[in-house]
């Protein structure tokens, strides 16, 4: 249970480069109770940012300032004030409704909470064979390489403590960013859980995704990573001021029953 002014405040960034058609499909089925949401534009040429404010006259626009799906990502995350932060694609694709969740996974003591499509009662319709294929097989690499048991891992519906993004140092600006998170968060020693998402096809327009070139970025990614784990300084862990700061959240969250997420 959550109610609007909740001691948790949850921010969702969206990163959007000319998304005007598929916003209808997205912001108004975001929780109203949540604290903000952040549209991150990539310099639209349509009129992403004018949609976005008639359909929710609260959003906060974020110009961003490099290229890339996580270059955007990077600045909505650098924007977001609340305990919270939640990650939304703009195409249509990630139901909004699954958000609480995502925040019910973090009350309960994750750090970090990702998505599958492949978890139990998760799914996609947007995903060919052979993109099934190079999931798997980026999947089994990291497990191999790192440990853990992701059953997904190029898939960017996640949701973490706002405390949580300077231990995972992203530089990482397209879309490998997804994998980079999931790796540093795993190898960092924070508490990762995955919760079942499903994911539709984009509504409107093609997707930017190019499976090649963006598949080899992951792969590049998974390399790095795991060569430079021995001579990295690891992701610092969670300071106890932190986890007593979450818990307290959390304990005070669920004593409030006004609104049901």
Not at 60 to 81: I, N, P
Not at 153 to 171: E, I, K, M, Q, S
């Amino acid at each position: 249970m959550i109610e609007a002014d909740s001691t948790v405040r949850v921010s969702v960034v969206i990163p959007a480069l000319n998304e005007a058609d598929n916003l209808v499909h997205v912001l108004p089925r975001i929780p109203q109770w949540v604290h903000e949401v952040l549209l991150v534009d990539g310099q639209s040429t349509d009129n992403t940012v004018e949609v976005a404010r008639a359909l929710r006259p609260d959003i906060r626009v974020v110009q961003q300032t490099g290229r890339g799906k996580g270059a955007a990502l990077r600045d909505g995350f650098g924007a977001a004030t609340g305990e919270i932060i939640v990650m939304l694609d703009a195409d249509g694709s990630m139901a909004p409704e699954e958000i609480p969740a995502f925040i019910g996974a973090l009350l309960s003591g994750a750090d970090f909470v990702k998505g599958s499509r492949f978890a139990q009662g998760g799914g996609t319709t947007d995903m060919p064979f052979y993109r099934r294929f190079g999931n798997w097989c980026f999947v089994q690499s990291v497990r191999y390489l790192f440990g853990g048991r992701y059953t997904d891992l190029c898939y960017g519906y996640n949701a973490f403590w706002a405390t949580v993004v300077p231990h995972l140092r992203l530089d990482a600006d397209g879309f490998e960013i997804e994998t980079l998170m999931n790796i540093r968060a795993l190898y960092g020693g924070l508490k990762v859980a995955e919760v079942p998402s499903f994911e539709s096809p984009r509504v409107h327009g093609v997707g930017r995704l190019r499976t090649i070139p963006d598949g080899w970025r992951v792969l590049k990614t998974i390399v790095r990573e795991f060569l430079g784990t021995s001579r990295r300084s690891l992701p610092i862990p969670v300071t106890e001021h932190e986890d007593n700061l979450r818990r307290r959240i959390a304990e005070s969250t669920r004593s409030k029953t006004k609104m049901a997420i």
